[in-house]
């Protein structure tokens, strides 16, 4: 299914040099969101809820319990909205108007389905465990059949998306480049503190080694 970048409820129509219509920025601030928020009526009430999740080509599966009322309520209605940002720091200004936050963001439409094969949902339920934390689903022992059964995994179909990138120097009126006042860009990242392990079971006789996800995750904290 082919995506359509902007779509009519996607284009930017406010600052619109800020935004990027090509798949390969979509995609690739999908993959480094670490969740998400999919959007849906709910009792007559617009809702969101935050959710895990992963991309694979157009389509995003999300998940949650077999009796989530929002998903559920995205599948009633065969569509949702599902918005990310990544928060990349503070562009400061001058002013207070002028400044703002450096960010990416994802506006995504698209219709649902329900994942009811269970071969497909075990596989989709261990690539949102690697999205997560790569590597992590070799790792722990694979979901059982009730565990499938109990989760709702919803799969929703990109077509119509957009996204929206502000970053750069800040939008300082020319007099007040002459103030005495810093301005510039404080980059933020997302970071992971030392693991601690919770001393439980065979974690108790300290012989389970730290797994090779953590290493890796570790090794990107510097």
């Known amino acids: 299914m082919s995506v359509e970048l902007p779509g009519e409820r996607t284009r930017l129509r406010r600052l619109p040099e800020k935004a990027r219509y090509d798949e390969a920025t979509l995609h690739a601030v999908l993959d480094e969101a670490p969740f998400v ?10 809702s969101a809820l935050a959710t895990l999740h992963v991309r694979e080509a157009s389509s995003l599966y999300l998940h949650g319990s077999q009796s989530n009322a ?5 599948l009633a209605q065969e569509r949702a ?6 928060y990349d720091g503070l562009r ?9 936050v450096a960010y990416r963001s994802v506006v995504a439409i ?3 389905r329900e994942v009811d094969d269970l071969d497909e949902k075990r596989r ?4 949102l465990v ?10 722990v022992r694979p979901a059982t059949e009730r565990e499938l059964r109990l989760t709702l995994v919803v799969a929703l179909a990109i077509v119509e998306a957009s996204v929206k990138v502000s970053e750069g120097p800040t939008d300082d009126d020319e007099d007040d480049l002459a103030l005495e006042v810093w301005g510039g860009l404080v980059p933020a990242r997302l970071v992971y503190d030392a693991p601690v392990g919770d001393g439980r ?10 797994p090779a996800s953590l290493r890796r995750l570790g090794a990107t904290r510097d």
């Open 37 to 46: 928020h999919v959007c849906a009526t709910v009792d007559g009430l617009a």
């Open 70 to 74: 929002l998903l559920r309520a995205a």
């Open 81 to 86: 909205v599902v918005t990310a940002t990544i």
């Open 92 to 100: 400061l200004a001058r002013s207070g108007f002028e400044s703002s």
């Open 110 to 112: 698209g219709p649902c």
């Open 124 to 127: 989709v339920l261990d690539l």
């Open 130 to 139: 690697d999205h997560a934390l790569p590597g992590r689903a070799s790792e």
């Open 201 to 210: 079971g065979a974690m108790a006789t300290g012989a389970v080694p730290l």
